[in-house]
């Protein structure tokens, strides 16, 4: 059943809603209405993406109709410095929403990953758009909702909260409590900058501090054990060699 945009629209009128059957990307509709001074907290949604974009140029899994794949234009006082730990505060406020609207507790993987019993069920992604004025940033969200199945070389790391859930879950329902939880933590990186979000993040997460973890890097691997986050939101990893690395960039999974 599609997305019924007007009980959302109903629910917030003082937001601007941009509902579509397909999109090639939702992140490039909202490029495209930031471009045309689109205000802040400006959604865009599809049923569908035919070219969902994911970290590092991946695809994202679009299942028409399942998931929630969506992106929201924010116009707010951060500085380019700060992006990275706004991906963080969005991971944090997709976690809080799912929790409210299915009770499901769910894990953080940073940067941009969260998870349920290891495995994915939603990923973030943010671009800012520096040319536009006031400057803009993208947050680009894909939440695996009712998918009952994925692809075979998705099985094992991809879940939906259906799956987690073992129920059909409101998509209006999650979107309105997530949006409400995205605001609340950009308010509170905006208000008192970015070591509370930091904290937090590193509290909601397993993998910031203790774990054993190999990072994927331009086609090398680094291992080595998380010891916790930087002041500019990257990740501290103790290697096996005993030195100690800053990682800015790079996917972190766990050692088998």
Known sequence: MPVD????RSQM????????DVVD???TEASRLAEAAAPSGTVIGAEEQSAGRGRHGRSWHSEP?????????LRRQFNPATLPVVTLALGLAAQEAILKATDLACDLRWPNDVLIQSKKCAGILTQLEASTHPSAIIAGIG?????????VEL???ATSLRIASGRME??????????ASIDTYCDLLETEGRRPIIEMFARA?????GRRVYVDQDGSQLRGTTAGLNDSGFLLLRSDDGTNSVIVAGGVRPCS
Do not use: C, K, Q
């Open 25 to 27: 990307s939702t992140m």
């Open 155 to 157: 099985n094992a790391i």
């Open 13 to 20: 009128p003082d937001r601007r809603i941009e509902w579509h």
């Open 170 to 179: 409101s998509r209006e329902r999650l979107l309105v409590d997530l949006l």
């Open 65 to 73: 109709g399942s998931g929630l794949y969506v992106s929201i234009i």
């Open 143 to 151: 939440i695996n909702v009712n998918h009952s199945s994925f692809p």
């Open 205 to 209: 997460s397993s993998y910031v501090s």
């Open 5 to 8: 945009v007007t009980w959302l």
